[in-house]
């Protein structure tokens, strides 16, 4: 079946700007993840949404950073007011519950 | 808090020799799961193994397994013959029931042949 799917793969964008990176998650899964991971290095959780659930958001770094999830499934990730310390890989993945995790491929983010 | 440390930051093998890549963890709760997941320079995620805190018996699948020491909280993951694929950076990562799955920093595995 359909993987976690990530949108854009790639974005290039100016400092200052503003950037929606989008998550389609697997159908049915009930947990949705959002990590960051600059180079070589490892995974920095930012916010996690389970059901119904208010989203743990005690991972986003800055009040530029905000994600929302629509009716159970897709999810933006929002920056705004880009910096180049925002350039990293962002991964999204899915889960039923607490299981395994699924993950997309990620959207490459380069602040220029 | 939970808290995940993986203090290698590089480990090197020959092929077809066994592996142990350490993992240790700090948690309160007594329900909790661990994770390794594989990491190749495609970027790639890909999940290796899990152990749940109340199961009573090490994980394993296929040349993965989990060497679980609940006492001294450590879930150290053992590759057996190594391969020139596995060469990649492998990650541990807890998760306490319902909370978000946390990661280590990782370890970069080269196996040479």
């Known amino acids: 079946g359909a993987g976690v799917s990530q949108s854009p793969s790639n974005k290039v964008t100016e400092k200052g700007k503003d950037v929606e990176l989008r998550c389609d998650p697997i159908s049915g899964h009930t947990a949705l993840y959002w990590y960051r991971q600059s180079l070589g290095q490892g995974l920095e959780f930012l916010i996690y949404?389970?059901?119904?659930?208010?989203?743990?958001k005690s991972g986003l770094p800055s009040d530029r950073f905000s994600a929302e999830r629509t009716g159970g499934s897709v999810s933006t990730l929002t920056i705004q007011r880009t910096q180049q310390e925002d350039s990293a890989v962002y991964l999204c993945?899915?889960?039923?519950?607490?299981?395994?995790?699924?993950f997309g491929n990620g959207t490459r983010l380069t602040v220029t | 808090a939970q808290k995940i440390t993986q203090t290698q930051p590089g480990m090197f093998v020959q092929e077809k020799e066994a592996v142990t890549l350490d993992c240790t963890y700090d948690?309160?709760?007594?329900?909790?799961?661990l994770f390794w997941y594989k990491q190749p320079s495609s970027g790639e995620m890909i999940f290796l193994i899990y152990?749940?805190?109340?199961?009573?018996q090490n994980a394993t699948e296929g040349r993965y397994s989990l060497n679980f020491q609940k006492a001294r909280k450590s879930a150290n993951l053992v590759i057996s013959a190594s391969q020139l694929g596995d060469s990649a950076m492998y990650f541990c990562a807890m998760r306490e029931w319902g909370t978000a799955l946390i990661f280590g920093k990782g370890t970069t595995l080269s196996v040479s042949s």
């Open positions: 949404f389970q059901g119904n659930s208010a989203p743990d």
């Open positions: 993945a899915s889960s039923l519950y607490d299981s395994a995790l699924h």
């Open positions: 152990q749940g805190s109340y199961d009573q």
């Open positions: 948690t309160s709760d007594p329900s909790y799961g």
